[in-house]
């Protein structure tokens, strides 16, 4: 089972909201990721969890806050974005984080509209 | 920095017929993996094919290969008798053996028609 879930599956909220996207996986990976994807372009890299902790942070702005609460979980929390923030949010796992044959899965995303 | 190119925004192929997607990539590193993603309309993206940079051997994987060509830095993707199902936007990546990021080429967008 290879599967990766991510609610809700679309969202669209004001500049001013507080939102939260969550992503969850039972295959006893370690890592976590989440990517940003706008159209037409390939994914970028967000943030990383492996083991639990913060391994990467590509330089995202602040309004992104990533919480690992447990090793299945992966929370996005979203506060005063901008309309150019609007993309398609995918969050990945993996069974280690790096080395080796280590394969990255996939969740089906959600997709954010910030009016 | 490395980075991957996929040099065909389109491509497009009859079903039951034969496609090659290319993708060409740029590292100094020695130790590294390489994907195929595909990612359809539904928005999912579903991993294809890995190869392992110190195998010689192309990965397989039932309609799905891979042309690996180290020297080269080139790792084509064929799909042999493609189905509507495979129509999809097909991105190359790749890993250093030590890292956590994928770096993702802009993609080809498969079109199989009838």
């Known amino acids: 089972d290879t599967e990766v879930t991510q609610t809700p599956k679309h969202l669209v909220m004001g500049m001013t909201n507080k939102k939260s996207l969550k992503c969850e996986q039972h295959?006893?990976?370690?890592?976590m990721y989440w990517y940003k994807q706008k159209a037409k372009k390939p994914p970028e890299l967000m943030f990383v969890y492996s083991y639990e902790k913060l391994s990467i942070n590509e330089s995202v702005p602040s309004r992104f806050s990533p919480e690992c609460p447990n090793s299945s979980l992966l929370n996005l929390h979203l506060h005063a974005l901008q309309p150019e923030d609007s993309a398609l949010y995918l969050c990945a796992s993996s069974p280690r984080g790096s080395g080796g044959s280590d394969t990255q899965y996939f969740g089906p995303g959600t997709r954010l509209t910030v009016l | 920095a490395q980075t991957v190119t996929q040099s065909q925004p389109e491509m497009s192929v009859q079903e039951a017929e034969t496609v090659t997607l290319s993708c060409t990539y740029d590292?100094?590193?020695?130790?590294?993996?390489l994907f195929w993603y595909k990612q359809p309309p539904s928005r999912q993206m579903i991993l294809v094919i890995r190869?392992?940079?110190?195998?010689?051997q192309n990965a397989t994987e039932n309609r799905f290969s891979v042309n690996f060509q180290k020297a080269a830095k080139s790792f084509s993707l064929k799909i042999s008798d493609s189905q509507l199902g495979d129509a999809a936007m097909y991105f190359c990546a790749y890993r250093i053996y030590s890292g956590y990021a994928l770096n993702f080429g802009k993609g080809t967008s498969l079109l199989v028609t009838p």
């Open positions: 295959m006893g990976h370690r890592a």
């Open positions: 190869q392992e940079a110190y195998k010689q």
């Open positions: 590292t100094s590193e020695s130790d590294y993996y």
